[in-house]
């Protein structure tokens, strides 16, 4: 069991969950998993790849599967996060005594998420066609050429996000103002982020 001292820094440093942190934290190096920091959380991961991170929001803290979709989740404790989370499931704490009553059952979830990273198995994504293009990005799309060779030439990650993005807004007006924002990014080859 060989803890990061980027994640010791982690731990002290937290202003919230720090005793759940520390327990998650045992339980997981426990299973074998080598310890790092990325994306500012715990992060543990099996030959250089990330099998799960803990992380805190307000109301709970949680374990984070990256590939949960494929566990079998016999206990039904996975949560996915939105409707758009296509791999990651978490399971969430508000306090030290619910992790320790599934002690077990989470070092069995973790053991399987072992199990699947070894056995090479990839969580299948939806294809971008299958998400439904706003209509106003879609008006867009078709009048302009150069903006639709462009949107097409982008990874597939970044057209969801443009997609995501625009089709949120509830008004058609919103996502026309979302369209006219995003038109110059799309144009760059660039993400919503980026």
């Known amino acids: 069991m060989i803890m990061n001292p980027k ?9 919230s969950w720090k005793e759940e942190f ?10 074998g998993l080598t310890e790092e920091l990325k994306w ?10 990330n099998i799960l991170l803990i ?4 109301e709970y803290c949680a374990i984070l599967f990256i590939k949960g979709s494929l566990l079998k989740d016999t206990k039904g404790l ?3 996060q939105t409707e758009n989370v296509q791999a990651g499931r978490q399971i969430r704490f ?23 990273e070894r056995a090479g198995q990839k969580v299948k994504f939806k294809k971008t066609a299958a998400y439904i293009v706003p209509v106003e990005l879609q008006q867009r799309l078709d009048s302009n050429g150069t903006l639709k060779a462009a949107f097409e030439a982008l990874t597939p990650g970044r057209q969801k996000g443009y997609i995501y993005y625009i ?9 026309e103002a979302r369209v006219e924002k995003c038109i110059p990014k799309i144009l760059d080859g660039t993400g919503l982020d980026d």
């Open 7 to 15: 994640v010791d820094t982690f731990l002290r440093d937290a202003t």
């Open 22 to 31: 520390a327990k998650l934290r045992g339980i997981i190096l426990d299973c």
């Open 40 to 49: 500012g959380q715990p992060c543990y991961t099996l030959d250089g790849k």
């Open 55 to 58: 992380h805190g929001f307000k």
């Open 78 to 80: 996975l949560i996915q």
């Open 94 to 116: 508000t306090n030290v005594k619910e992790i320790e009553k599934i002690e077990k059952t989470l070092k069995s979830y973790i053991h399987e998420a072992i199990a699947i």
């Open 167 to 175: 089709s949120q807004a509830k008004q058609s007006k919103t996502r």
